[in-house]
């Protein structure tokens, strides 16, 4: 079973960036698909992007062109690069690790971390 803490959260003004972080501990993440999903107050899970173990990526409309997710085996890390922020992307950013690629429920998640978009 891998466990997964994200990293990398923070306060930040709209048009800024930061960069989070997933990182795995007993087992190896190339193993995996990760996903990024993220939750704000009052409203569902959704998933934001995904990379699958031969790293094809896929990501939701709404953070096409401003974000990208990319895997460091060598780190057992995978990354979410956030560009051209906007208040609506606050939420709790949630890194999700699945055997099976294109899972929509099931494996293994982490604590989640807290990203807020206001100036």
């Known amino acids: 079973q891998v466990q997964l803490v994200e990293s990398g959260g923070d306060l930040v003004q709209p048009g800024g960036s930061l960069r989070l972080s997933c990182a795995a501990s007993g087992s190896a993440l190339s193993s995996y698909a990760v996903a990024w999903y993220r939750q704000a107050p009052g409203k569902q899970r959704e998933l934001v992007a995904r990379?699958?173990?031969?790293?094809?990526?896929n990501y939701a409309d709404s953070v096409k062109g401003r974000f990208t997710i990319s895997r460091d085996n060598t780190k057992n890390t995978v990354y979410l690069e956030m560009t051209s922020l906007k208040p609506e992307d606050t939420a709790v950013y949630f890194c999700?690790?699945?055997?099976?690629?294109?899972?929509?429920?099931?494996?293994?998640w982490g604590q989640g971390t807290q990203v807020t978009v206001s100036s």
């Open positions: 999700n690790a699945n055997l099976r690629p294109w899972a929509t429920s099931g494996g293994s």
């Open positions: 990379i699958t173990q031969s790293s094809i990526r």
